[in-house]
């Protein structure tokens, strides 16, 4: 089985986030050994950030990071241990929370859908969201 930047890669569906994790310096970590649960933003999510963001974020490496780091969370969480609480809040790797609901028998990260759950890797587990989430306090960057 492929760990989770193998599994990014074959799906083609992150090839920007996978971009965004070699220029903060990332991918080596997410090839570790985990697990993490990583709420990947696939291509069409990093396409919807207002104009100039993502130019923004690529140019600053500790805003790049502090924004892919919010991104994942230490260990494996299933769609099921999330469905089967009825929700929870965990921390994610750049130490702030991401609080996850359960509507209508689909989970959410911090008010964003997870559109695919439970993308299994040999070093953790995928969930595909349809937003990047943006952390508070770390601006998302003006538009240029």
Same mark, same amino acid.
């Given at each position: ?19 965004a994790l070699t220029v903060a310096g990332l991918t080596e970590a997410l090839e570790g050994k985990g697990p993490f649960t990583v709420f990947a933003p696939t291509d069409s999510a ?11 974020? $690529?140019?600053? *490496?500790?805003?790049?990071?502090? @924004?892919?780091?919010? /991104? &994942? =969370?230490?260990?494996?969480?299933? !769609? #099921? ?18 609080? $996850?609901?359960? *509507?209508?028998?689909?989970?959410? @990260?911090?008010?964003? /859908? &997870? =559109?695919?759950?439970?993308?299994? !890797? #040999? ?22």
């Open positions: 089985m492929n760990d989770i930047i193998e599994v990014a890669v074959r799906s083609g569906q992150f090839s920007t986030l996978v971009a990093f396409a919807e950030l207002p104009n100039g963001t993502l130019h923004s974020l $690529l140019s600053d *490496r500790v805003r790049l990071a502090a @924004v892919l780091l919010h /991104h &994942v =969370v230490p260990g494996k969480l299933m !769609a #099921s241990d999330i469905l089967a609480a009825g929700g929870a809040t965990v921390d994610t790797l750049n130490a702030l929370p991401l609080n $996850l609901t359960v *509507r209508d028998g689909k989970v959410y @990260v911090n008010g964003v /859908h &997870v =559109v695919n759950a439970d993308v299994s !890797a #040999s070093n953790g587990v995928i969930h595909v969201v349809d937003e990047v989430l943006i952390p508070a306090g770390v601006p998302a960057g003006a538009a240029e």
